[in-house]
């Protein structure tokens, strides 16, 4: 009896930590974290951040199965997409901006289209990848390929 | 949906509590009941008495409610994972629905517009410079090249670039010049009867009776292009030759110095062709990208963007492989370039019937190529490029005067020679945050060491330049740089001479 209520009390103290590991990983979790979304059916496996950073500087155009990438971007001047360029691309706006200008006179191509939500057209287009704030995902909608957290 | 009494934790525990004071109270009245009234109490026996074996069954009943108890917990656990699980469901499932139904929003046409359907961009670039030659009189290069300060306006090139479907697209750029006007067509030359002579465009419009100049126009590049993989891609048409790192980044908005080294000017590579080019790149490994381009083209030649004056077709190949850290960078690329190129004449030889007769002016074989590098760390840049190449000649055109296009009067011929440059940049970019914005400042030194026939003595040309470029906005250059321009086995010019340049080169 004695070690039944000795397991009871372990199993007890096993959940209440259980519950304050979970409390705590929630907590960190943020509605300004950013999520870097993909079409379900892209296949961005073992894809890493510095991939993912080409694409959206459209250094690397197709996913590992061959399928062209359509990255989009917030529109310019927005404050999703001025984080996005500090936490993904390590530049600022103005960097940006001259890699862009710097990129259509290189090779006569353009940047990437703009939406003010890019679940949507994510949700819609084959190779698309885009990003959004965690407030406004979906779940099940789009895949999530990578999170960057909020600053503190 | 199935409601189950059991799923909260204060339920069960209240319910194991009343289980345990039934069971405890009925097993207590059974055992009094046992019991004669007012019979005194017997000792103990030595064996389990009765009230013991009652009490042991008692205890296997409470054991055996509770594991029943412990399993319809179990089971209302996994019950309720199974309704989480199907909440999520639907809730997905309402979100995707959400996202079809809202198809004919504004939003979602234009989406349509992602998938590539008519896009059509224009944009382009300008620039302005003021430059002072700072020559002396005695030197060859006096004459040659403008004797005052003097503002230009030199490129003004226009993008129309146009992405058909997903796959096939179509680039243009063209230049826009006020030239000819003003350049030397000729000089004058008393000994041969040659006279100076300068373009001038002007005409008269004829009904306002305004004079203007017209200006010439230049199609630096245009192509199709289809791309069905990221490995594969071909375009027609007429394309910079991709070597190096300048020809192609050839803006003045994207160059650091005013204006590209010589060996890019003075073209030891043809800057364009025309032809087709096979291209693409693969990722071997994450970070590090080659790209690969085939090119199969007219060549060099007078015509070459019109029509080939020989049938041997230029080949040309080109690999670059470029890793990329967080940050740092390094690109290393060649390019080799196999072409003849042809000069004809021709002369009607008979008049009934017509005929015309076909006669090789110049006719020559090249074989060059080039490497280039490109070192970057934070804002420090390192940059060089090396061109080597021999020409040889099967039909020797006469001996041009270099940089004066003016032909040697006593017929000397051009002899097959080597030609070789290098140039080294190293700059570093510093950002600075002002009142007005993020600026970027990047002073720079470069180095070039040309040699363009080491047969003339005149066509080795050493340069050093310095200057500053500073970006104010993302869109705009400000640059100045001061140069040194030697000659050093030449006989004609004498000495070097310095050449001061600004410039305000713009993206639009």
């Known amino acids: 009896m004695l070690e039944n209520s000795t397991l009871r009390t372990k199993t007890m103290l096993f959940c209440l930590l259980l519950t304050l590991a979970y409390g705590r990983t929630s907590k960190a979790e943020s509605p300004d974290d950013i999520l870097v979304i993909a079409h379900k059916a892209v296949d961005a496996a073992g894809l890493d951040r510095a991939a993912l950073k080409d694409i959206f500087l459209k250094k690397r155009l197709v996913w590992k199965d061959g399928v062209n990438a359509v990255p989009m971007n917030a529109p310019l001047g927005t404050k999703l997409r001025k984080e996005f360029q500090e936490r993904l691309l390590g530049k600022s706006e103005n960097e940006t901006q001259r890699y862009w200008e710097e990129f259509k006179i290189r090779s006569g191509g353009a940047e990437p289209v703009q939406f003010g939500n890019a679940i949507r057209p994510v949700f819609h287009l084959r190779g698309a990848v885009g990003y959004i704030y965690r407030a406004q995902y979906q779940q099940g909608v789009v895949q999530i390929l990578l999170v960057l957290p909020a600053t503190q | ?152 306006v030199n490129r003004f ?86 070597y190096g790192i300048w020809n192609v980044d050839h803006g003045s908005s994207v160059l650091i110095p005013v204006r ?144 004066l296009d003016v032909e040697n009067p006593f017929s000397q011929y051009q002899a097959d020679h080597v030609k070789w440059c290098v140039y080294g940049l190293l700059a570093y970019r510093f950002d600075l945050k002002t009142p007005w914005g993020d600026m970027g400042i990047t002073p720079f030194f470069m180095y070039e060491h040309n040699i363009f026939d080491d047969t003339v003595y005149d066509m080795k040309i050493i340069e050093y330049r310095g200057g500053l470029n500073i970006r104010p906005s993302p869109f705009v250059s400000l640059k100045y740089e001061v140069e040194y321009v030697d000659f050093p086995t030449s006989k004609n010019f004498t000495s070097g001479f310095w050449v001061h340049a600004g410039q305000v080169a713009v993206s639009f």
């Open chain 2, 1 to 152: 949906m199935m409601h189950c009494p059991f799923l909260s934790s204060s339920n069960l525990r209240r319910a194991q509590v009343c289980v345990f004071l039934s069971v405890f109270l009925v097993g207590h009245l059974a055992w009094a009941q046992q019991q004669p009234a007012g019979s005194p109490p017997e000792p103990k026996p030595e064996a389990a008495s009765p009230q013991d074996a009652q009490s042991s069954s008692l205890d296997e009943q409470v054991a055996a409610i509770a594991q029943r108890l412990d399993q319809t917990a179990n089971e209302a656990a996994l019950q309720k994972a199974e309704n989480e699980k199907l909440k999520n469901q639907v809730e997905e499932l309402s979100s995707r629905l959400e996202m079809v139904e809202s198809e004919n929003e504004a939003e979602f046409s234009a989406v349509n517009d992602v998938g590539f359907e008519r896009k059509f961009d224009i944009y382009g670039f300008m620039d302005v410079e003021l430059y002072y030659f700072k020559i002396p009189e005695e030197n060859t290069g006096h004459g040659l090249f403008p004797s005052h300060s003097s503002f230009m």
């Open chain 2, 157 to 242: 090139n226009l993008y129309f670039s146009s992405q058909m479907t997903e796959t096939l697209s179509a680039l243009a750029e063209v230049r826009f010049t006020f030239l000819p006007q003003g350049y030397e067509a000729s000089y004058g030359i008393p000994a041969m009867g040659s006279e100076y002579e300068r373009i001038d465009t002007t005409v008269l419009d004829p009904f306002m009776m305004e004079k203007f100049k017209t200006g010439g126009l230049s199609i630096e590049r245009i192509y199709v292009q289809w791309k069905p993989l990221g490995w594969l891609g071909i375009l027609a048409g007429h394309f910079f030759t991709p």
């Open chain 2, 260 to 403: 590209p080294p010589f060996a890019t000017t003075f073209q030891v590579l043809p800057s364009t062709q025309t032809g087709i080019q096979l291209f693409g790149r693969v990722f071997p490994v994450d970070r590090l990208y080659l790209d690969y381009a085939i090119t199969l083209s007219n060549g060099r030649g007078p015509t070459e963007a019109i029509y080939d004056l020989d049938e041997n077709k230029a080949l040309g190949f080109r690999l670059k492989g470029v890793y990329e850290a967080e940050n740092w960078g390094l690109s290393l690329g060649g390019y080799l370039f196999w072409g003849e190129s042809t000069d004809v004449y021709k002369e009607m030889t008979k008049f009934k019937p017509p005929q015309i007769d076909v006669v090789k002016k110049e006719s020559f074989t090249e074989l060059t190529g080039s490497l280039d590098l490109l070192f970057q760390l934070y804002g420090l840049t390192v940059q060089g490029e090396f061109m080597r190449g021999k020409v040889q000649y099967s039909a020797r055109p006469l001996f041009e005067y270099p940089f």
